[in-house]
Nanobody, 115 residues
Framework: QVQLVESGGGLVQAGGSLKLSCAAS????????MGWYRQAPGKQRELVAV????????NYADSMKGRFTVSRDNAKNTVYLQMNNLKPEDTAVYYC????????WGQGTQVTVSS
């Protein structure tokens, strides 16, 4: 059974940085796309960033470009999200996702940015 476990969330002041990690376990296959989504209170879940299997292709939501960086380590089945220059509007639960024959989701990690 595949499990995705996020870590690295927390409380940070505006302008600060956080790095999220998501480790996948329980599967014997390599994942295709991996990445991050987020959901703020009262809002729909939205794309943050996705990275392709080989890491050569990335896709970011416009508001994250230049501030967030997604990366992955396939040997560890882990995807990362480096978040810099955080803003209060980045406050949300961040969910890790990974795709193979289906989409897998983590349980989410809270990121709170204070002004």
């Amino acid at each position: 059974q595949v499990q995705l476990v996020e870590s690295g969330g927390g409380l940070v002041q505006a302008g600060g940085s956080l790095k999220l990690s998501c480790a996948a376990s329980g599967g014997t296959f390599r994942f295709n796309d991996m990445g991050w989504y987020r959901q703020a209170p009262g809002k729909q879940r939205e794309l943050v960033a996705v990275i392709s299997r080989g890491g050569s292709s990335t896709n970011y939501a416009d508001s994250m470009k230049g501030r967030f960086t997604v990366s992955r380590d396939n040997a560890k089945n882990t995807v990362y999200l480096q978040m810099n220059n955080l803003k209060p509007e980045d406050t949300a639960v961040y969910y890790c996702m990974a795709t193979s024959i289906r989409v897998y989701w983590g349980q989410g990690t809270q990121v709170t940015v204070s002004s």
